[in-house]
């Protein structure tokens, strides 16, 4: 189950806003070549400080056929706390379901989760589980603030900024994206070059949910203040499957609620859960 939760955080996490208060220039009236484009929106992304967005990711098999899916929501708040609110309405591996879907709340080094079949499996009592990420990861002998930290780590500054290796990226078109006029700009990076963009604690975990993806494809989106408006991700091997990943974002800065459950509505992780918690 833990393998299970982690997977669902992890992918749905794959996009998030990041923030910040450097402002760039807009890109209206301004000829740039795309990756200029793309260096730009992610110098963008260091400006927002809230975001929504639409999640869907899709994993196949080495036939082809759907494996996985995992869609849902996610809300995003740099300040004044780093907190995340991801809502997967539907996860599906290998053709089965996970029943009333999967609910994260990051509220900085705590996460609430809630999936209904823990109850049964754990024994569980409350809605929400409460689990301190640092405090967990020394008594159960296992990372998991490594995983449950992928929640952050694939936001839309590391997104965007992954998207600055790409050396075959070209602009294929003008679209619409949620009724905002958007330039679709397509491409590929190499993972190896593409981590070489992120911070040093970022690369190792990052080389690690890109594994056996040596080339990435993408479309971005990009909007005329340099935003990406979608973002969609597609990777993997022919022998070992692959993915696509979506995120449609908006609401860029607006306010948002991202609020810790009722205290009557957490509990702990049973202590019978920690200890068959797999290395």
Not at 212 to 221: L, S
Request: hydrophobic share 40%.
């Amino acid at each position: 189950m833990r393998r299970l939760l982690v997977a669902a955080g992890a992918v749905a996490a794959i996009t998030v806003a990041g923030c910040g208060t450097t402002a760039t220039p807009s890109l209206e009236n301004v000829t740039l070549s795309a990756s200029e484009v793309l260096q730009q929106s992610a110098q963008k992304a260091d400006d927002v400080n809230t975001y929504a967005a639409d999640l869907v990711v899709n994993v196949t098999d080495a036939k082809g056929a759907q494996a996985g899916l995992v869609q849902g929501t996610m809300l995003y708040q740099k300040s004044p706390q780093v907190a995340t609110d991801i809502n997967l309405s539907q996860v599906s591996f290998n053709g089965q379901n996970l029943p009333g879907g999967v609910r994260v709340i990051v509220d900085g080094e705590v996460a609430y989760v809630k999936v209904d079949m823990l109850k049964n499996l754990l024994g569980a009592t409350k809605p929400y589980i409460r689990l301190d990420l640092k405090q967990l990861g020394s008594q159960a002998g296992v990372d998991v603030d490594q995983y449950l930290a992928q929640a952050r780590q694939f936001d839309l500054k590391t997104s965007t900024a992954l998207l600055t290796a790409s050396k075959d990226v070209k602009s294929v078109g003008s679209e619409q994206v949620g009724g905002v006029d958007t330039t679709h700009y397509a491409g590929t990076f190499p993972v190896d070059e593409a981590v070489k963009q992120l911070s040093d604690d970022q690369r190792s975990q990052l080389r690690g949910e890109l594994a056996g993806a040596k080339d990435v494809k993408f479309d971005a989106w990009i909007d005329a203040q340099g935003l990406p408006r979608k973002v969609e991700l597609n990777g993997g091997k022919p022998d070992a499957g692959a993915f696509k990943a979506t995120a449609m974002f908006k609401s860029f800065n607006e306010p948002v609620s991202i609020k810790a459950p009722a205290a009557d509505q957490v509990g702990e992780l049973p202590q019978r859960a920690t200890a068959d918690l797999p290395s």
